[in-house]
């Protein structure tokens, strides 16, 4: 099994765990924009913001750069690759797993109806 980076990890998925940040990360996947112009469009204060764009940029989500008074936010270098490497992982045994509860529905559909055709006759 590969290793992966923990706190890069809980990084991650504690920057993506916020309603609001993924809202950053949609916004900034059109086009880069200022702290004050995120602030504006979820209604929130400046330090809120910053704090939100903090965490994101901990996580390598997202990348700023101040020029003068004003720090523009961009899409940052994680690419999420092993993330989702992970989850895929994840989703093969949750897709194994319901495969194997449709055998059993199928299963017990079958057995349903082969006793629907006893009682009849």
């Not at 895929?88 to 055998?103: E, H, I, N, P």
Request: proline residues 1%.
């Amino acid at each position: 099994m590969v290793q992966h980076n923990s706190a890069h990890f809980s990084a991650t998925f504690a920057a993506l765990a916020d309603a609001t940040r993924r809202g950053v990360l949609e916004r900034l996947a059109r086009g880069d924009a200022s702290i004050t112009d995120l602030a504006d469009t979820f209604d929130m204060t400046l330090t809120g913001m910053k704090k939100h764009v903090g965490v994101l940029e901990q996580a390598g989500l997202v990348s700023t750069e101040k020029v003068g008074r004003v720090r523009t936010c961009r899409i940052g270098p994680c690419r999420l690759e092993e993330e989702m490497a992970w989850i895929a992982r994840y989703r093969q045994v949750w897709d194994a797993r319901f495969a194997a509860l449709d055998d059993v529905l199928e299963d017990l559909k079958r057995q349903e109806q082969a006793r629907g055709r006893k009682q009849r006759k």
